[in-house]
Nanobody
């Protein structure tokens, strides 16, 4: 069974930075592709960034050049570095792990506000 625990959310002013972490509990972390989704109030959940087990990385157009996803196989952890945050980045951020099945974390709130 896989468990994902996110941390690092909080309140930040526009232009600020946050780093989200997601700790994976289970077997074969390196075999999983990992992703970060977010859900803003009254909006559908959307994929923000993903890193495949092969190492291939992709981002939503809205966060390209501002966010960076990384994966530390030694620590069973995936990170999302978020820079130049905007008001529209506000939402609950969810970590996912996918192989044969998709697992979700409980989410961490990110609020960008002045």
């Amino acid at each position: 069974q896989v468990q994902l625990v996110e941390s690092g959310g909080g309140w930040v002013q526009p232009g600020g930075s946050l780093r989200l972490s997601c700790v994976f509990s289970g077997r074969s972390f390196s075999a999983y592709s990992m992703g970060w989704y977010r859900q803003a109030p009254d909006k559908q959940r959307e994929l923000v960034a993903r890193i495949l087990s092969s190492g291939n990385i992709g981002y939503a157009d809205s966060v390209k050049d501002r966010f960076a996803i990384s994966k530390d196989n030694a620590k069973n952890t995936v990170y999302l570095q978020m820079n130049s945050l905007k008001l529209e980045d506000t939402g609950v951020y969810y970590c996912t792990a996918f192989a044969l099945k998709t697992y979700w974390g409980q989410g961490t709130q990110v609020t960008v506000s002045s």
